[in-house]
T-cell receptor, first 116, second 109 residues
Framework: DSGVTQTPKHLITATGQRVTLRCSPR?????VYWYQQSLDQGLQFLIQ???????AKGNILERFSAQQFPDLHSELNLSSLELGDSALYFC???????????????FGPGTRLTVL | GESVGLHLPTLSVQEGDNSIINCAYS??????FIWYKQESGKGPQFIID?????DKRQGQRVTVLLNKTVKHLSLQIAATQPGDSAVYFC????????FGTGTRLQVFP
C-alpha cells in the first residue's frame, strides 16, 4: 500500500459527460501528479500540483482540468468525454524537494474510466 | 485484471533464473532513471532508481545498469520468483517522468 488513495475505483459513463476523480496523497506529501494509462499511449504525465498550485503540465487535454485543495487532496475533472478517454487514471504523490529535482513518486491504485 | 492490455514485449523465465529487462531512453539530459513494477490491477510501484552520473546500482535482488553512451537502461532481477510476475516500466526524469512502453515478465514454476 503506497499510502495514496484514489476514488472511485471504477467509473462508467457516457460520451459527452463530465466526471471527477479524487486523490488523497500520502501524509506529508505536498505534490500530486496525475497520469493517464491507455491502451495505445501507455503511461502519460498529465499535470502536477504543489501545495495548491499548478507546477507542471504534460499531455493534458483542454477538456481536462485539475486542482489541489488546501487539505492537499486533488481532483481531476474530465469533461465532454469521448470514447478515447477510456483509460486508467493514476495519481501519485511525492515530498517534492525542489522544482526541478527528481522526487520519488508513490502511485495510487488508479481509477478505471470507461466511456460508452 | 491486466494493467492496460497493451501489446507489450514479454519475457518468460523459469523460477529461480535471473531476468534482464531492457529499456532504451530518449533524453540524454535526463537526471534520473527509474524502474517501476506494475502488478495487475495496481498502480506502478517504485523498484529502484539510478542517477545519471552512475552506471550501476544494486538493491535487494535487483540491479540497474545505465549505459549513457547508447542510452540504454537495464533491470536485472536475481533468482526470479513468481511474485515478480508483472509489467515493468522504465522511466526517465527530465522535469517530469517519461515512461517507456513496458515489458511483461512471466515467471513459470
Amino acid at each position: 500500500d503506497s499510502g495514496v488513495t484514489q476514488t472511485p475505483k471504477h467509473l462508467i459513463t457516457a460520451t459527452g459527460q463530465r466526471v471527477t476523480l479524487r486523490c488523497s496523497p500520502r501524509s506529508g506529501d505536498l505534490s500530486v501528479y496525475w497520469y493517464q494509462q491507455s491502451l495505445d499511449q501507455g503511461l502519460q504525465f498529465l499535470i502536477q500540483y504543489y501545495n495548491g498550485e499548478e507546477r507542471a503540465k504534460g499531455n493534458i487535454l483542454e477538456r481536462f482540468s485539475a486542482q489541489q485543495f488546501p487539505d492537499l487532496h486533488s481532483e481531476l475533472n474530465l469533461s465532454s468525454l469521448e470514447l478515447g478517454d477510456s483509460a486508467l487514471y493514476f495519481c501519485a504523490s511525492s515530498p517534492y524537494r525542489g522544482e526541478h529535482s527528481y522526487n520519488e513518486q508513490f502511485f495510487g491504485p488508479g481509477t478505471r474510466l470507461t466511456v460508452l | 485484471g491486466e494493467s492496460v492490455g497493451l501489446h507489450l514485449p514479454t519475457l518468460s523465465v523459469q523460477e529461480g533464473d535471473n531476468s534482464i529487462i531492457n529499456c532504451a531512453y530518449s533524453n540524454s539530459a535526463s537526471d534520473y532513471f527509474i524502474w517501476y513494477k506494475q502488478e495487475s490491477g495496481k498502480g506502478p510501484q517504485f523498484i529502484i532508481d539510478i542517477r545519471s552520473n552512475m552506471d550501476k546500482r544494486q538493491g535487494q535482488r535487483v540491479t540497474v545498469l545505465l549505459n549513457k553512451t547508447v542510452k540504454h537502461l537495464s533491470l536485472q532481477i536475481a533468482a526470479t520468483q513468481p511474485g515478480d510476475s508483472a509489467v515493468y516500466f522504465c522511466a526517465e526524469w527530465a522535469d517530469k517522468l517519461i515512461f517507456g512502453t513496458g515489458t511483461r515478465l512471466q515467471v513459470f514454476p
